[in-house]
């Protein structure tokens, strides 16, 4: 099990590239320093833009820029945009919502942990990162 996906690792490269340059970045300046595919990297800054993370410009000097301060970019955003909602609770012997999930002894000591890895993701800042 992944818990952040190439999806999610590419758009926090990008981000921290960005806040790194501490201006307009080209997306031939992400590809050419994060070594991303350039068709990939544009899919993920197109949805960062979408959801107000990255801004971006279009023309001659166009690019991209922080959307929104780096103390208000947090990792577990970044996953559920690219990721979906952490769930580590979900049971895998039954596709349908197992009928014991209340009295079941490992569903409790997961809904801790999971609980407890979205505390720490909370915690995790785009600025915190960089320094």
Known sequence: MKLITRDTDYALRAVCFIVKNKKMVSVSDLVRELKI???????ILQVLNKKGIVR???GR?????????PEKIY???????F???LKLNECTL?????????VCPLSSKLNNIEKHVIKELKSITVASLIK
């Open 37 to 43: 595919p350039r068709p990939f990297l544009r899919k």
């Open 56 to 58: 971006s410009f279009k």
């Open 61 to 69: 000097g166009g690019g991209f820029t922080l959307g929104l301060r």
């Open 75 to 81: 990792l577990l955003d970044l996953l559920r945009i």
């Open 83 to 85: 990721q979906g909602p």
């Open 94 to 102: 039954n596709k349908k919502k197992c009928p014991k999930i209340s």
